[in-house]
C-alpha cells in the first residue's frame, strides 16, 4: 500500500467531548459510611469539576480556576479548518473517563512530501485540553508524517499556542493561513536537512540538552541516561534507514517524542517532551534554527 493510499484510510472519530460540565464547592466528611451536614468540613481553596449529567469528578483546582469547555474550543477550530482544507478527518478522543481531551485534525489535501521522496507529511492541528489540571488549552499546528506516525514539530511561536484556563477561549484565527504556509515551506527545509551531515559530537550535544536533568546522577552527569539510552537507539535506528543526516537526527527525536514508552502519563509526556524539542529549536545556537521563522514571528 502506498502512502497517499494509507492517508485515504486515516479513519474519523469522535468522541462525546461537548458534556458539560459544572464548579462545585469542595468539603470532607469524618465518617465516611455514617455522616450528616454537620459532619462535613468545608475546603475553601479548593473546588471540584463535574460532568453535569451525572456528577462525574472530573479534577479538583483553586477557586481562582475556571475552565475552557471542550466544545469551546473544538466547533470554532474545526470550522476555522474547514476554510483551509476540503478533506479533514477529524480525530477526538476523550481520555481519563473525560478529565483529557486529545482532538487531531489531519488534512488529506494539504500534504508535502518527505526529503527521500517516498512518504508523504500531511498538515494537522491537535487541540489539548483537560479539566484534572494536567493540560492548559494548548493548539499545535504540525505534520504527521503518515508512514511512522511521527509528529513533525514546529518552532514557530504561533504554530505552538498555549492558554491558561480563564473562562474564555482566545486564538487569532488568522493564524491558521501562516501556519499553513509554513508547513508548505518545510518541503524544502525538509531536504536541506537531509543534505546536511551531522556528527556524533552533535548528537551528544543535542540529546544531552534533551535529556537534562537538573541534578547529577551517580556517576556526575546532568542527564537521565536511560531517556539519553534511548534516543541513542532512534537515531541508530533512523541513521541506519536515512542517512547520517539532520533529517534522520529529527526523525530520531520526533520517535522518542511520539512514542514514549515505560512512562506513568504518556500524554503529558508527550507534550513535555515536545516542549524540550521546541526550546532546543528555539536557540540561535541550534543546528535546527532559522532565522526569522522560528521563534522570530
Known sequence: MNHIQTINQLKERIDDYDFDIKTLPMCGYQDRMNYTYDDMIEC???VMIVKSEDNQY?????????PVKNKDIIQPIWD??????NDIVPNIQVLQSGQMMLATFTCRDITIQDPQLNSYIAF???VRNSYNGVWSVMITADGFRVWCNNGCTTADKIA?????????????F????????EFKGNE??????YSTPVSSDEVESMFNKLAYTPRPTVDGKYRNETQYQ????????????IGNNKWALYNAVTHWISHPVDVKNKYKTTVERNSKLLSYMNRPNSMFYTRGSYGTI
Open 188 to 193: 524544502q527545509r525538509y531536504r536541506a536537512w
Open 124 to 126: 494537522r492541528v491537535t
Open 80 to 85: 476555522m479548518m474547514k476554510r483551509q482544507s
Open 160 to 172: 505552538n499556542y498555549t492558554q491558561k484556563h480563564n473562562g474564555k477561549f482566545y486564538y487569532n
Open 230 to 241: 534511548k534516543l541513542m537507539q532512534h537515531w541508530g535506528d533512523y541513521q541506519h534507514n
Open 174 to 181: 488568522d493564524h491558521i493561513e501562516h501556519l499553513v504556509q
Open 58 to 66: 472530573l479534577g479538583n483546582h483553586s477557586p481562582a480556576y475556571r
Open 44 to 46: 475553601n481553596d479548593r
